[in-house]
């Protein structure tokens, strides 16, 4: 047993331990963060077999992935700051039936499959490699289309963030009318404030 | 060198260069307030013992884990960043293929560490910096991730030796001009500093931190000093040639380049303001971000 089969029994133990945490915990954020850790110690394991690339880059998703989900499902549940306990499973019997049924059916899968042994000779370029292999002679058009999606998600959400519920957000709010077409409710924005009349 | 005398000089490096910035801001705070630093080369091992010596807080009902780790992990990634950096062009600690890949995934596991130290003190103020700091730092660590492919693209290699000798004939600070810029930026960010102090700044009573004290306070704080010296020293190798340099060995000019990055980031920090956190997400997400990606497209067609 080598330093790579220890470190892979190691993150081995990690991720099935972290990914069996995730379903006992009682609070999203550590749910979401307890996902994280096991799909960073997959990660690892992908480093040890030679695929860099996609090992540290699945550390990376999944780092920012979690952050992202933690705080949208604390914004949505309405549970003070995901610290309150609240219960995290839901379909208690069908939910382990199936964990149950997948699980057998994905190890079964395992020992039925004949692996190829064909190692990566040392010093091959794997990245180079694997980006060759998945994009080939489109790897300009991919990263145009793959920045150019991006500058139009983020256009289409500063557009559209710009109309708000209660106003443009560049005037301020402005509490809606209390009949429709009429004046907004409230105070107005610059009118005197209710502590002129206390004046003597 | 040996596996063992890298690792020293690892250490000594983050040691001194955390170190040299905290020297840096006593000088600087008390240039701004007209007074005459009290040992300036001193004060800052005054403040380790000083606050070393207070209790650690305890808050009700924290997550005590997360709240615990969260400083020696955030320690543990400057660290890591600094590793993926070669002082010469034989000694590198972490000679990984994908380095700058590595260092994306430090800024986006940065950004969870400092949320969970907010989040896990169970403390209103902790909570609303670490909300503000994932607000800002996503998008400033998108920004960089942008700036580093670009450096990327000259080198033909996600490897940061390589990027390195890829500025053999031109830095990339003068080839990619809006690189530099744009990555100082994310230094402030990693390490919440002055106009990017979302997390852990005085108007929401010290953030992420406002309830740690003793040594889990001191980690924290050197580990916010050792992530802004792992961000100048990547940006020391990527944009200004790292080891590179004549005359003087190159460990000499990694170490020169880096305090001239921490330099400037302390003047930064210290002479920019901050303004608020909703003007910030406009002027990352309708500034910021376009500019990365004309500073993409340019290098994209200079790499061609």
Not at chain 2, 100 to 105: D, H, L, N, P
Request: charged share 10%.
């Amino acid at each position: 047993m080598n330093v790579t089969d220890i470190a892979f029994w190691i993150f081995a133990a990690i991720a099935v331990v972290s990914g069996w945490r995730v379903f006992c915990t009682d609070s999203m954020v550590r749910a979401s963060f307890l996902l994280m850790l096991s799909f960073i110690a997959v990660g690892l394991i992908m480093v040890l077999l030679n695929a860099p690339y996609l090992g540290i880059a699945t550390v990376f998703m999944m780092a920012v992935e979690m952050m992202v989900m933690a705080l949208f499902m604390v914004m949505y549940m309405m549970n003070p700051a995901g610290l309150n306990p609240m219960m995290m499973v839901h379909q208690h019997r069908f939910s382990i039936a199936a964990g149950v049924f997948l699980f057998a059916a994905l190890t079964g899968l395992i020992i039925v499959t004949r692996f190829t042994s064909n190692p990566v000779a040392p010093g091959t370029e794997v990245v180079a490699g694997l980006g060759k292999e998945l994009l080939g002679d489109s790897m300009l058009i991919f990263e145009t289309a793959g920045v150019t999606l991006l500058a139009t998600m983020v256009a289409s959400v500063i557009l559209s963030s710009r109309s708000g519920r209660f106003g443009a957000a560049d005037t301020g709010s402005v509490p809606p009318p209390l009949e429709p077409g009429g004046e907004p409710a409230g105070r107005q924005p610059g009118q005197a404030s209710g502590h002129a009349h206390h004046h003597h | 060198m040996t596996p063992i005398a890298l690792t020293v000089a690892w250490v000594a490096f983050l040691l001194g260069m955390a170190w040299y910035i905290a020297v840096l801001d006593g000088l600087w705070s008390a240039a701004r307030e007209g007074r005459s630093p009290r040992a300036p080369l001193a004060n800052p091992l005054y403040r380790c013992a000083t606050m070393l010596r207070h209790q650690s807080n305890l808050t009700e009902a924290p997550d005590l884990l997360n709240w615990r780790l969260a400083p020696p992990l955030y320690a543990g990634l400057a660290g890591t960043g600094v590793a993926l950096v070669p002082f010469s062009s034989t000694n590198v600690l972490a000679d990984l293929e994908v380095g700058i890949v590595w260092w994306g995934a430090i800024e986006a596991l940065t950004v969870v560490i400092v949320f969970l130290h907010g989040w896990s003190a169970n403390s209103q103020f902790g909570l609303i910096g670490a909300y503000r700091y994932v607000a800002i730092g996503l998008p400033v660590m998108l920004i960089s991730m942008f700036v580093l492919i670009a450096t990327a693209l000259p080198a033909e290699s996600l490897a940061i030796p390589k990027i390195i000798e890829s500025q053999r004939g031109l830095w990339n600070v003068i080839r990619q001009p809006l690189g530099l810029p744009l990555f100082l930026l994310l230094g402030l960010s990693l390490s919440f500093r002055g106009p990017f102090n979302y997390a852990d700044s005085a108007d929401i009573a010290d953030g992420t931190a406002a309830e740690v004290s003793g040594a889990p306070r001191l980690v924290w704080e050197f580990a916010r000093l050792a992530m802004l010296t792992a961000v100048a020293t990547v940006a020391a190798s990527v944009f200004l040639g790292g080891y590179l340099g004549p005359w003087l060995p190159g460990p000499m000019w990694l170490v020169l380049k880096t305090a001239a990055v921490l330099l400037v980031l302390v003047g930064l920090s210290h002479q920019l303001a901050r303004i608020s956190p909703s003007r910030m997400m406009t002027l990352i997400w309708t500034v910021l971000l376009p500019l990365s990606f004309v500073h993409l497209v340019w290098a994209g067609v200079l790499a061609l």
